[in-house]
């Protein structure tokens, strides 16, 4: 995506980037939106960056990206379907979903609850809350899933070589 600068419609809450801080961009402010990835966008405000939840992007005139999974035959919840809704949740900073990054360690289905142990690039990152987050609410709207429990670990601790070829390549690291 290239890079752009927009005016914003209406007063917006943001998150800083990599701390997690809450943030209020006033409407009629410029940013520089530099990525909209699974929803959600970061942009760059009076020199900072910020995430903006995906249920506010149209403060930058952007559509809400809607995240629509059909529901099974069966009933029961699909791994295939639980495994795409993570694939939709993005590390701010890196434009490549936390399943190829290397974040999403285990994630096993039981009934109608999802359990997922997952990391983060760094232990001392403040969007981890944020990126948990994003992982309960997207996970929690396939079909059939009643609970989403993200267990947060750091061991082993991540490492770029848990990264898939593809996010490698496409983050020039081969």
């Not at 059909?70 to 809704?85: L, R, Y």
């Amino acid at each position: 995506m290239e890079r752009r600068v927009i005016p914003v419609a209406r007063s917006v809450e943001a998150r800083l980037v990599p701390t997690g801080t809450p943030l209020v961009v006033p409407a009629g402010a410029f940013v520089t939106l530099t990525q909209t990835l699974g929803g959600a966008c970061t942009i760059v405000y009076n020199g900072n960056m910020a995430r903006i939840e995906p249920e506010d992007v149209d403060a930058l005139g952007l559509e809400p990206e809607i995240l629509d999974l059909p529901p099974p035959g069966d009933g029961a919840v699909s791994s295939a379907q639980v495994w795409q809704a993570l694939r939709t949740v993005h590390d701010p900073e890196i434009p490549v979903n936390i399943v190829d990054l290397g974040l999403i360690y285990d994630c096993t289905v039981d009934d109608n609850t999802v359990g997922i142990d997952m990391t983060l690039t760094s232990p001392g990152c403040g969007m981890g809350p944020v990126l948990v987050a994003d992982v309960e609410r997207r996970v929690g709207k396939v079909p059939f899933v009643h609970a989403v429990n993200v267990n947060l670990v750091f061991d082993p601790p991540w490492g770029r070589e848990m990264m898939s070829d593809e996010a490698q390549l496409e983050l020039g690291l081969f």
